[in-house]
Protein backbone atom coordinates (compact mmCIF):
# COMPACT_ATOMS: atom_id res chain seq x y z
CA UNK A 1 0.00 0.00 0.00
CA UNK A 2 1.16 3.22 -1.00
CA UNK A 3 1.95 6.14 1.58
CA UNK A 4 -0.72 8.21 -0.22
CA UNK A 5 -3.58 5.04 0.11
CA UNK A 6 -2.95 4.61 3.54
CA UNK A 7 -6.14 5.21 5.87
CA UNK A 8 -5.56 8.85 7.44
CA UNK A 9 -7.44 8.50 10.99
CA UNK A 10 -5.26 8.16 13.92
CA UNK A 11 -6.30 5.07 16.46
CA UNK A 12 -6.28 7.92 19.03
CA UNK A 13 -9.85 9.32 17.38
CA UNK A 14 -11.38 6.25 17.99
CA UNK A 15 -13.86 5.56 20.64
CA UNK A 16 -12.17 4.27 23.89
CA UNK A 17 -13.64 1.07 25.28
CA UNK A 18 -15.48 1.27 28.40
CA UNK A 19 -13.03 -0.14 31.33
CA UNK A 20 -13.35 -3.35 32.23
CA UNK A 21 -15.29 -4.02 35.53
CA UNK A 22 -16.99 -7.19 37.54
CA UNK A 23 -20.18 -5.55 37.24
CA UNK A 24 -19.86 -5.72 33.13
CA UNK A 25 -18.04 -8.56 32.92
CA UNK A 26 -21.50 -10.27 34.53
CA UNK A 27 -23.78 -8.01 32.58
CA UNK A 28 -22.28 -9.41 29.31
CA UNK A 29 -22.05 -13.26 30.95
CA UNK A 30 -26.30 -12.46 31.31
CA UNK A 31 -26.24 -11.62 27.43
CA UNK A 32 -24.79 -14.05 26.07
CA UNK A 33 -26.46 -16.39 28.33
CA UNK A 34 -30.04 -14.85 27.37
CA UNK A 35 -28.83 -15.11 23.87
CA UNK A 36 -27.32 -18.10 23.23
CA UNK A 37 -26.96 -20.68 26.46
CA UNK A 38 -25.32 -21.01 29.77
CA UNK A 39 -22.82 -23.40 28.36
CA UNK A 40 -21.84 -20.15 25.93
CA UNK A 41 -20.63 -18.41 28.41
CA UNK A 42 -16.93 -19.04 29.11
CA UNK A 43 -13.81 -16.84 29.39
CA UNK A 44 -12.90 -16.66 25.54
CA UNK A 45 -16.78 -16.04 24.94
CA UNK A 46 -16.79 -13.38 27.05
CA UNK A 47 -13.47 -11.59 25.97
CA UNK A 48 -14.70 -11.65 22.70
CA UNK A 49 -17.77 -9.92 23.69
CA UNK A 50 -16.00 -7.90 26.04
CA UNK A 51 -13.04 -6.81 23.26
CA UNK A 52 -10.66 -7.67 25.03
CA UNK A 53 -8.17 -10.53 26.28
CA UNK A 54 -9.97 -13.72 28.41
CA UNK A 55 -6.84 -12.93 30.86
CA UNK A 56 -8.22 -9.82 31.77
CA UNK A 57 -10.83 -11.56 33.03
CA UNK A 58 -9.60 -13.50 35.76
CA UNK A 59 -8.33 -10.14 37.66
CA UNK A 60 -12.15 -9.40 38.27
CA UNK A 61 -13.50 -13.50 38.36
CA UNK A 62 -11.44 -16.04 39.97
CA UNK A 63 -13.40 -19.09 37.43
CA UNK A 64 -16.95 -19.91 35.91
CA UNK A 65 -18.17 -21.15 39.30
CA UNK A 66 -17.50 -17.87 40.69
CA UNK A 67 -19.11 -16.23 37.65
CA UNK A 68 -22.46 -18.16 37.56
CA UNK A 69 -22.45 -17.21 41.36
CA UNK A 70 -22.29 -13.89 40.43
CA UNK A 71 -24.86 -14.06 37.71
CA UNK A 72 -27.00 -15.53 39.78
CA UNK A 73 -26.50 -13.14 42.19
CA UNK A 74 -27.61 -10.44 39.68
CA UNK A 75 -31.07 -12.27 39.03
CA UNK A 76 -31.39 -12.79 43.12
CA UNK A 77 -31.55 -8.77 43.45
CA UNK A 78 -35.35 -9.01 41.25
CA UNK A 79 -37.15 -12.12 43.99
CA UNK A 80 -40.04 -9.64 45.08
CA UNK A 81 -39.62 -9.52 49.22
CA UNK A 82 -42.65 -7.16 49.92
CA UNK A 83 -44.25 -10.06 51.27
CA UNK A 84 -41.41 -10.29 54.20
CA UNK A 85 -43.23 -6.80 55.77
CA UNK A 86 -46.71 -7.29 53.87
CA UNK A 87 -49.32 -7.93 56.63
CA UNK A 88 -51.46 -11.70 56.48
CA UNK A 89 -50.24 -15.31 57.29
CA UNK A 90 -46.62 -16.08 57.25
CA UNK A 91 -46.85 -19.10 55.70
CA UNK A 92 -48.80 -17.88 52.70
CA UNK A 93 -46.07 -14.66 52.59
CA UNK A 94 -43.32 -17.16 52.75
CA UNK A 95 -44.72 -18.81 49.84
CA UNK A 96 -44.73 -16.07 47.51
CA UNK A 97 -41.13 -15.66 48.45
CA UNK A 98 -40.64 -18.51 47.63
CA UNK A 99 -42.55 -18.80 44.40
CA UNK A 100 -40.58 -15.42 43.33
CA UNK A 101 -37.22 -17.52 43.48
CA UNK A 102 -37.98 -20.17 41.61
CA UNK A 103 -39.79 -17.80 38.97
CA UNK A 104 -36.54 -16.41 38.48
CA UNK A 105 -34.40 -19.52 37.86
CA UNK A 106 -37.30 -21.38 36.03
CA UNK A 107 -36.73 -19.06 33.48
CA UNK A 108 -32.73 -19.90 33.51
CA UNK A 109 -32.96 -23.97 34.38
CA UNK A 110 -28.61 -23.20 33.97
CA UNK A 111 -28.22 -21.21 36.73
CA UNK A 112 -30.65 -23.36 38.26
CA UNK A 113 -28.79 -26.20 38.12
CA UNK A 114 -25.50 -23.98 38.76
CA UNK A 115 -27.35 -22.84 41.95
CA UNK A 116 -27.98 -26.48 43.75
CA UNK A 117 -23.87 -26.80 44.35
CA UNK A 118 -22.67 -23.69 44.13
CA UNK A 119 -24.66 -20.44 45.87
CA UNK A 120 -23.94 -17.14 45.77
CA UNK A 121 -22.69 -14.66 48.81
CA UNK A 122 -23.90 -11.67 48.14
CA UNK A 123 -25.90 -9.17 49.39
CA UNK A 124 -28.94 -10.47 47.13
CA UNK A 125 -28.63 -13.57 48.34
CA UNK A 126 -28.54 -12.54 51.99
CA UNK A 127 -31.62 -10.61 52.03
CA UNK A 128 -33.71 -13.74 50.57
CA UNK A 129 -31.77 -15.69 53.78
CA UNK A 130 -32.66 -13.04 55.51
CA UNK A 131 -36.52 -12.53 54.47
CA UNK A 132 -36.85 -15.66 54.83
CA UNK A 133 -35.75 -16.38 58.46
CA UNK A 134 -38.03 -13.17 59.15
CA UNK A 135 -41.33 -15.60 57.85
CA UNK A 136 -40.12 -18.70 60.09
CA UNK A 137 -39.24 -16.57 63.03
CA UNK A 138 -43.05 -15.02 62.56
CA UNK A 139 -44.40 -18.47 62.44
CA UNK A 140 -42.40 -18.69 66.38
CA UNK A 141 -40.16 -21.65 64.18
CA UNK A 142 -37.12 -21.91 66.77
CA UNK A 143 -33.74 -20.35 65.19
CA UNK A 144 -32.47 -23.93 65.17
CA UNK A 145 -34.93 -25.62 63.11
CA UNK A 146 -35.43 -22.29 60.96
CA UNK A 147 -31.54 -22.80 60.17
CA UNK A 148 -32.53 -26.04 58.20
CA UNK A 149 -35.87 -25.11 56.79
CA UNK A 150 -34.16 -22.11 54.98
CA UNK A 151 -31.86 -24.06 53.37
CA UNK A 152 -34.52 -27.40 52.96
CA UNK A 153 -36.71 -24.82 51.63
CA UNK A 154 -34.44 -23.36 49.09
CA UNK A 155 -33.23 -26.44 47.73
CA UNK A 156 -36.57 -27.36 47.00
CA UNK A 157 -37.35 -24.51 44.88
CA UNK A 158 -34.11 -24.69 43.25
CA UNK A 159 -34.13 -28.08 42.34
CA UNK A 160 -37.83 -27.79 40.87
CA UNK A 161 -36.80 -25.12 38.45
CA UNK A 162 -33.62 -26.97 37.67
CA UNK A 163 -36.13 -29.76 36.61
CA UNK A 164 -39.02 -28.17 35.42
CA UNK A 165 -37.08 -25.47 33.62
CA UNK A 166 -34.85 -27.53 31.44
CA UNK A 167 -38.01 -30.10 30.83
CA UNK A 168 -39.32 -27.02 29.77
CA UNK A 169 -36.86 -26.15 27.37
CA UNK A 170 -35.97 -29.25 25.96
CA UNK A 171 -36.55 -29.94 21.91
CA UNK A 172 -38.25 -32.97 22.62
CA UNK A 173 -39.95 -32.16 26.04
CA UNK A 174 -43.79 -32.67 24.46
CA UNK A 175 -43.04 -36.13 23.33
CA UNK A 176 -41.36 -37.61 26.53
CA UNK A 177 -44.74 -36.31 28.05
CA UNK A 178 -46.80 -38.46 25.85
CA UNK A 179 -44.18 -41.48 26.35
CA UNK A 180 -44.99 -40.64 30.19
CA UNK A 181 -48.53 -40.36 30.13
CA UNK A 182 -49.15 -43.57 27.80
CA UNK A 183 -47.06 -45.53 29.85
CA UNK A 184 -48.99 -44.58 32.75
CA UNK A 185 -52.33 -45.09 30.96
CA UNK A 186 -51.92 -48.47 29.69
CA UNK A 187 -50.23 -49.88 33.12
CA UNK A 188 -51.08 -53.38 33.79
CA UNK A 189 -53.11 -53.80 36.52
CA UNK A 190 -52.02 -56.80 37.72
CA UNK A 191 -48.75 -55.60 37.82
CA UNK A 192 -48.89 -52.36 39.02
CA UNK A 193 -52.47 -52.47 41.34
CA UNK A 194 -51.97 -48.58 42.74
CA UNK A 195 -51.05 -47.09 39.85
CA UNK A 196 -54.10 -48.50 38.00
CA UNK A 197 -55.85 -47.55 40.95
CA UNK A 198 -55.16 -43.98 41.43
CA UNK A 199 -54.92 -43.53 37.30
CA UNK A 200 -53.09 -41.81 35.00
CA UNK A 201 -55.05 -38.88 35.01
CA UNK A 202 -54.76 -38.44 38.65
CA UNK A 203 -50.84 -38.97 38.84
CA UNK A 204 -50.43 -36.17 35.91
CA UNK A 205 -53.38 -33.86 37.13
CA UNK A 206 -52.58 -30.07 39.10
CA UNK A 207 -50.63 -26.90 37.25
CA UNK A 208 -46.98 -26.35 38.16
CA UNK A 209 -47.95 -23.21 40.37
CA UNK A 210 -50.40 -25.63 41.98
CA UNK A 211 -47.86 -28.31 42.99
CA UNK A 212 -45.42 -25.70 43.60
CA UNK A 213 -47.19 -24.17 46.05
CA UNK A 214 -48.23 -27.15 47.70
CA UNK A 215 -44.84 -28.84 47.97
CA UNK A 216 -44.00 -25.32 49.89
CA UNK A 217 -46.74 -25.91 52.17
CA UNK A 218 -46.00 -29.83 53.01
CA UNK A 219 -41.97 -28.58 53.92
CA UNK A 220 -43.85 -25.76 55.68
CA UNK A 221 -46.19 -27.89 57.50
CA UNK A 222 -43.51 -30.33 58.17
CA UNK A 223 -41.20 -27.84 60.16
CA UNK A 224 -43.79 -26.65 62.16
CA UNK A 225 -44.09 -30.26 63.31
CA UNK A 226 -40.62 -31.59 63.41
CA UNK A 227 -37.96 -30.42 65.95
CA UNK A 228 -34.05 -30.95 64.55
CA UNK A 229 -32.79 -34.27 65.89
CA UNK A 230 -30.49 -33.71 69.11
CA UNK A 231 -26.83 -33.89 67.84
CA UNK A 232 -25.48 -37.59 67.11
CA UNK A 233 -29.29 -39.42 67.66
CA UNK A 234 -30.97 -41.22 64.56
CA UNK A 235 -34.01 -42.17 64.30
Known sequence: ???????????????????????????AALRVMRAESLDRVTMRRLAAELDTGAASLYVYVRNTAELRAAMLEELLGQIDLSPVSADGDWRDRLTQVLTSYTAILFENPGLAQSALVTR?????????????LALLAAGAIPGDRAAWAMDLLLH???????EQGTREHAIDAADEEDAVAAALRDVPAGQFPHIAAIGAAELLSGSGPDRLSWGFRVLINGVIQ????ESGATR
Open 1 to 27: MSPSARPTGSRRERPAKPALTRAGIVA
Open 120 to 132: PSGPAYLALVDGI
Open 156 to 162: FATATAA
Open 226 to 229: TPRP
